[in-house]
Nanobody, 125 residues
Framework: QVQLVESGGGLVQAGGSLRLSCAAS????????MGWFRQAPGKEREFVAA????????YYADSVKGRFTISRDNAKNTVYLQMNSLKPEDTAVYYC??????????????????WGQGTQVTVSS
């Protein structure tokens, strides 16, 4: 059974940092792109960041560019999201996703096959 388990969420003050982790089990995703998405209350799920299978290509939403960094460790079957200079508008449930059906559309949520349960990130002002 394939599982993606996110961790590292929590409550932080504006300007602070958090590091999210997404550990995969049940199969390896070392040849798959992976992504992070988020969903705030009353809003649609939105793209945050994605990384290709080698880790050499990364993509970011304009709202997080320069503040967030996505990375992966294929030996650990884990993807990370380092979040710095957090803002209250970053408050959301953050989801990890793996294996887009079309790797060229790594920023599109419906494209992903596997999803984690999410981890809450709350940024206070």
């Amino acid at each position: 059974q394939v599982q993606l388990v996110e961790s590292g969420g929590g409550l932080v003050q504006a300007g602070g940092s958090l590091r999210l982790s997404c550990a995969a089990s049940g199969r390896t995703f070392s040849s798959s792109a992976m992504g992070w998405f988020r969903q705030a209350p009353g809003k649609e799920r939105e793209f945050v960041a994605a990384i290709n299978w080698t880790g050499f290509s990364t993509y970011y939403a304009d709202s997080v560019k320069g503040r967030f960094t996505i990375s992966r460790d294929n030996a650990k079957n884990t993807v990370y999201l380092q979040m710095n200079s957090l803002k209250p508008e970053d408050t959301a449930v953050y989801y990890c996703a793996a294996e887009p059906r079309d790797p060229r559309r790594a920023t599109a949520a419906p494209n992903y096959i596997y999803w984690g349960q999410g981890t809450q990130v709350t940024v206070s002002s």
